[in-house]
């Protein structure tokens, strides 16, 4: 039997608003949301927006409680495995000449009542050349 609790299914809840949340924000913003939850064998990006020329990969942490140990919310294997996936979204979708960029939107609240505080350039690929690596 297939058992999930109820802690889980209210960490899934909060952290769909949160990515709801940063999704809005982002179209207010004028970004067009490419798509959410782009997943791969690599990993997961919650959020992949557009505006321009410039494409943005999206992290988005959602805590009902304003505690973030910043040092521990993308450690660099999370980072690896981002910057991965993004390779293959970029791949996928022929998007070679953009500008790209990695954020982080942290989110403390319950629906409808959040905080966001976005981080642009939230972390640089260790490789200055994961792209052409990636994709070529």
């Known amino acids: 039997m297939f058992n999930v609790s109820k802690k889980n299914v209210q960490r899934t809840t909060v952290g769909a608003q949160?990515?709801?949340?940063?999704?809005?924000?982002?179209?207010?913003?004028?970004?067009?949301?490419?798509?959410?939850?782009?997943?791969t064998k690599m990993g997961e990006i919650d959020l992949i927006a557009r505006k321009?020329?410039?494409?943005?990969?999206?992290?988005?942490?959602t805590r009902t409680t304003d505690y973030f140990e910043l040092s521990q919310l993308i450690v660099p294997s999370k980072q690896r495995k981002i910057v991965a996936t993004a390779a293959a979204f970029i791949l996928e979708n022929k998007l070679y000449?953009?500008?790209y960029r990695f954020d982080v939107a942290l989110v403390v609240g319950r629906n409808p009542q959040?905080?966001?505080n976005y981080v642009d350039n939230a972390f640089v690929p260790d490789n200055e050349k994961w792209i052409s690596a990636s994709l070529f």
């Open 18 to 39: 949160g990515e709801q949340f940063v999704a809005q924000f982002l179209e207010q913003q004028k970004y067009t949301v490419l798509a959410r939850n782009f997943r």
């Open 52 to 61: 321009k020329n410039l494409i943005v990969f999206v992290e988005v942490k």
């Open 97 to 99: 000449q953009c500008i």
């Open 114 to 116: 959040f905080d966001l």
